[in-house]
């Protein structure tokens, strides 16, 4: 099988979505199956199918594949591919899509393998067949390697969104640099020209140094607003990512923790007071896991989709611990917390704070943020 055609439409995408669409279209093509489709993460924990061909069940795409539910539920758990060659009577997987996958579309055989990024598994992509058992390990081995174009794919298009938004800091940088030595030596002339005046009982003299001086400041104020402008048109999501590496990364080195951003989706426009109270989570979260469980490593995802944003921070463990049991009584009620939930229910989303078995807790915000405009 040659992969030039298949690994070139996928790297000639510049979305994401496209990246999802051109690896959903060359499974079905190569394979020759039936249908192919793929489930992109939404949140940690949320993959709803957002690309198929083939597929005629209108059904379908109210699928949202989590964990252990289904075919796909059971891949994320193992992060690596499997195959079924029954889907309506396959034990190892549950029944939670049996009604629309095999009743509905009438699909038998389906495979699946994970699209793995830095933060784990990105997105689930998938063939089926309506015949039992005709999908083999051909059929893993093709879509393993569509996912690893597609993983390429979108990687590449994070990079070049990233040196975008370098070069758009690079501007922004010498625009501010020109505007303070502009304005700098305006005022400075305006000075001169005020300590002239001083020395002077000419009317006129004076006059027109009043005026000089009205010139002058009108200048500087129209450069000063152009400027401003100029700057208010880049991307708010520049300034939002330079925030919050910027205070996470002074925080490491106050409480020597280390610290994991990690981001799925696309990233979005976001308003100034949801990326304060993004920033200000983060930063709660790790201070508390530094804080209160000595933690080494905290994790901060944020995942975006349409139209929600989520902000999880978990501590991570890097080693055994020869510490004593902690306490896992906390619910969360600290000052902080409570300050932090009450400003994410005024705009509409909730922020939780769970303690796992193991001990360790899990700071999650979830925010709806596309149409907002709450302060």
């Not at 569509?146 to 990233?162: C, D, K, P």
């Not at 400075?188 to 003299?205: E, M």
């Not at 610290?259 to 426009?269: C, E, I």
């Not at 490593?297 to 611990?321: C, D, F, G, Q």
Request: glycine share 8%; net charge negative; charged share 25%.
């Amino acid at each position: 099988m040659s992969t030039y055609a298949p690994a070139r439409a996928i790297a000639l995408q510049r979305t994401a979505a496209a990246v999802i669409q051109a690896a959903v279209d060359a499974a079905r093509d190569t394979l020759g199956s039936d249908v192919a489709f793929a489930a992109v993460a939404a949140g940690s924990t949320q993959f709803p199918i957002v690309s198929a061909t083939g597929v005629r069940d209108p059904r379908w795409s109210s699928i949202v594949v989590r964990p252990h539910t289904g075919l796909g539920g059971e891949v994320l758990a193992l992060a690596g591919p499997m195959i079924v060659a029954d889907y309506a009577t396959d034990a190892r997987i549950s029944r939670d899509f049996v009604e629309i996958v095999a009743q509905g579309e009438g699909l038998r055989a389906l495979a699946c393998v994970p699209l793995l990024g830095p933060a784990g598994v990105e997105a689930l992509l998938y063939a089926g067949a309506h015949a039992e058992g005709v999908l083999g390990n051909r059929a893993v081995a093709v879509l393993e390697e569509l996912g690893t174009f597609a993983s390429v794919g979108l990687e590449q298009i994070r990079a070049r969104e990233l040196e975008l938004e370098l070069a758009r800091l690079r501007e922004r940088e010498r625009l501010a640099g020109e505007l303070h030595d502009s304005v700098a030596q305006r005022l400075f002339a305006i000075g001169a020209v005020a300590q002239a005046s001083r020395a002077t009982s000419d009317l006129a003299g004076i006059l027109d140094a009043i005026e000089e001086i009205e010139t002058t400041a009108a200048e500087a104020r129209r450069e000063l607003r152009e400027t401003l402008m100029r700057l208010h048109r880049d991307s708010d999501n520049l300034a939002f990512d330079v925030q919050l590496d910027g205070e996470l990364r002074l925080l490491e080195n106050v409480t020597g923790c280390t610290v994991q951003v990690l981001r799925r989706g696309t990233p979005q426009r976001i308003p100034h007071h949801i990326s304060r109270l993004v920033i200000d989570t983060a930063v709660e979260g790790v201070r508390n896991a530094a804080k209160h469980a000595h933690a080494r490593l905290v994790a901060v995802e944020i995942a975006y989709n349409e139209r929600t944003l989520w902000i999880t921070v978990e501590e991570r463990l890097v080693a055994m611990s020869t510490e004593p049991p902690r306490d896992t009584s906390a619910t969360g009620t600290g000052t902080g917390i409570r300050t932090l939930r009450t400003r994410a229910e005024r705009l509409g989303g909730s922020l939780q704070l769970t303690t796992l078995s193991t001990g360790r807790a899990v700071l999650r915000l979830e925010l709806p943020y596309k149409d907002s405009t709450a302060e």
